[in-house]
């Protein structure tokens, strides 16, 4: 998975990720936003490569979030979320995947 950085983040409409995410899931706003942020907080820690794309192993990304002491979710759920929100983004055209 890779984050472009030819897209900002404000083109991310928060409250319809989180609307598709929720009705994807069907788990509460609350709990995504949650995971939501660690994510965010997980991507800014990675490293850029040459060509300023990160790469995230999402094994890695989900181990990170399930620590938090604040994330109440299981393993399969918090994918499930990160999953429907890569659909998002994929769809949007914000994000891309690596070979």
Known sequence: MSKEQGQPQSEINEQELVAYIAAETKVDAKSIQLVLQFEQ????????????????????????????????????TVENILEAEMEYLLDKGIVGYID
């Open 41 to 76: 907080k997980f991507i800014d820690s990675a490293q850029e490569d040459a060509n300023g794309e990160v790469e995230i192993d999402s094994d890695e990304l989900v181990d990170y979030i399930l620590k938090q002491q604040t994330v109440k979710l299981d393993e399969i």
